[in-house]
Each structure stands twice: as C-alpha cells, then as structure tokens.
C-alpha cells in the first residue's frame, strides 16, 4: 500500500455516525487525476469459484498438476482476463513445492495471466483446533505468492463451512460458525495478523483482510476497527459488499458501509446480491445478482473509491449459473465505470 490505511481514512467522515441524508457522499465523489491505471490496464480479475479442486476420479487439482492449471486458466484468458486470483480453495498454494511454484509461475506467464492475487480461503488463524496450524499455512502461502510474482494476498476470518451450509442452495441462507466474542480472542487475531504483516513486508507483499458475515469484519464498523488495530502500513480492507448485504435479516445501508470501508481498500472482491424485505412478517430473501442489477450501485461505489484513493485490483464474483460468463460480462461493466470516470475528470 502507497499509505498507511489510519491516514488513508481521512477525518473528513465520521464514519461511526452516518445519517442517511450524510450518504449523498457518494454522489459527490470528486475523483482526483489521474487515476492509477487507464480503464484498459486496470487490474480485473476472476474468481476461480467455477474450477473444482477435486478432478474426476478424486485427484486433487494440485495432484493433477500444471496441465490440468493450465487448462482452467486458459479458460480464463480465453473470457477476455488477463488477471487472476490463486484461491487455496482451487490451488493450496501452501502446500507447492519450489518446482510447482515455477512450474504455475511458468504457465501465467505462458498464457499471460498476471496473478494479481493469492488467498487463503477458510482457514481462520484463531480456530480453537486449527489456528497454529492455519497461521503456519497462512505464512507459507506469503512466501508462495512472492515465489510466482503475486503482490498481494487476501486473507479472512471466516470459518469452514457447516454441514448444514453445504447442504443448502445457498450457504449464506443458514447461519454458520462466527467468530468468538470474547475481548482475548479478538485481541489475539490482532497480534497474529500483525505478525503475517510484518512477515508480509519483508517480502513485498500487501495482506487485504475481507469483510465477512460472522467474523470481526462482519459489519463495517468492525471491519474499519479491525483494520486500523492491525495499524500496518501493509495491511488493508477487501470490502466484499456482497458478503454484508446477502445476510437474511436486517442490514446496514450499502451506502452506509460504503462510505466506512472503501477509503481503506486495497483489493476488492465485487459481487451484488438482490434483497427482497418484508420486515411485518420477518421476510428477508437475498439471491445473486449481477453488479448492474442488484442492490448495491457499483457506479457509484466504485467512483467513490477511487475518490479516496483506490488503486488496487477488483475480483469478479459470481454464485450459480456460468459464473464464468457473468464475470466477463462484470469485467466489462467495471472498465465502462473506470474509463466514463477518466472522461468526467
């Protein structure tokens, strides 16, 4: 990050204290020139949620090996990406040898995929069984991605998975394991994250910590504490909207966290959710939608972002359907946003 993230919150808004009529912040975003990439060069990336990590047969797609990754990547730059996000959900990175990490290095660049990221996906650092062992992998898959050129690794706390949630057509449609809420846990999340960081900088690599359902990022004002109590120049927010506005029961304004979170992003995951109310009888029903149509406006999210500063990659998200398809689609929505926004200037 070119800014420590406390400095990059500015104090021109009291994000603890919006009042709807104060959320006309983001119609009046004035983006400074120039911006850090022309609309064609920005950094967009897809998700690789579409790609199993278990091959038929019940091979790993790390035991597959470099011609089945280049087989799901080519997919991808076939679609129009030139970017892409290592999740360890598809490939652990952690858990490469030397010569796996050269030979996936060798195939982005074969096919000219940058990896504008790595993540580790659900391997939370506090975990009361798992959290050594998370936080060792999680210091691995640092070391792994400045092994194949990725800048920036993205990091959460959110848990596995329920029985339950895998079960259901939608996993956020049931409530899953959350964070504890006692002060020492938290407290030790802070110390351990501040320990990837400093490992993080010494080999030039930016952590962005997600937003999530259920965690200590689970609503913005968590999210925005979180961040600034870590208070490493390296560290910032991935601000997923999308993982704050799909909960089923009464939310903040997307306006709202918006304005919170976005001044102290350094790499964004987008995806949009449609939200049906009906708060007489207690319904809230959410469903994936595109980012044009569904609640959020990324228009004006985005250029309120760039307003404060933003300058890192978006990933495209997507759940159901080709998911694949509604990322280029997303792909392409995103730099019509970027280059109107250069034209505004």
């Known amino acids: 990050m070119s800014a420590n993230p406390i400095d990059r919150a500015g104090p021109d808004v009291d994000r603890s204290r919006l009042e709807p009529d104060e959320l006309a912040i983001l119609d009046t975003a004035v ?18 949620l579409q790609f199993p990590s278990v091959q038929p047969g ?39 040898s030397a010569a796996e990490l050269d030979s996936l290095a060798a195939v982005l660049s074969d096919l000219g995929m940058d990896p504008v990221a790595t993540s580790v ?25 400045a092994a194949i050129g990725s800048p920036h ?21 049931v409530d899953g394991a959350a964070n504890p809420l006692d002060r020492d846990s938290r407290a030790l999340a802070i110390r351990r994250y501040r320990d ?14 997600e937003s999530y359902e259920g ?27 999308g993982n704050l506005i799909r909960a089923q029961r009464p939310i903040e304004r997307w306006e709202s966290m918006a304005v919170k979170m976005l001044p102290l992003a350094n790499y964004w995951h987008v995806k949009n959710y449609s939200r049906a109310e009906n708060p007489a009888t207690g319904t809230f029903l959410t469903i994936p939608s595109s980012l044009a149509n569904g609640l959020i406006n990324y228009r004006k999210a985005i250029r309120y972002a760039l307003s404060q500063g933003f300058h890192g990659a978006f990933l495209c998200e997507n759940y159901g359907g080709d998911g694949l398809a509604v990322a280029a ?17």
């Open 31 to 48: 983006v400074a020139a120039p911006l850090a990439h022309t609309a064609e060069e920005w950094p967009i990336a897809a998700a690789m």
């Open 58 to 96: 019940g091979k790993t797609t790390r035991d597959a090996g470099p011609d089945a990754w280049r087989t799901a990547l080519r997919e991808m730059a076939d679609s129009g990406f030139r970017a892409v996000e290592i999740p360890s959900a598809w490939l652990p990175l952690s858990e490469l």
């Open 121 to 145: 996906v659900r391997k939370n650092i506090i975990d009361a069984a798992q959290g050594r062992d998370n936080l060792a992998l999680t210091h691995r898959a640092i070391d792994a991605a």
């Open 153 to 173: 690794v993205s990091l959460g706390m959110h848990e596995q998975l329920t029985r339950q949630q895998r079960e259901a057509l939608w996993f956020w449609t």
């Open 196 to 209: 990837l960081a400093n490992h993080a900088a010494e080999v030039g690599i930016d952590l962005s910590i």
């Open 215 to 241: 965690t200590y990022l689970g609503t913005a004002d968590d999210a925005v504490a979180f961040i600034l109590d870590i208070g490493r120049d390296n560290v910032g927010l991935n601000p997923d909207l």
């Open 329 to 345: 689609d997303h792909q392409r929505y995103i730099r019509d946003i970027l280059r109107t926004t250069r034209q505004a200037q």
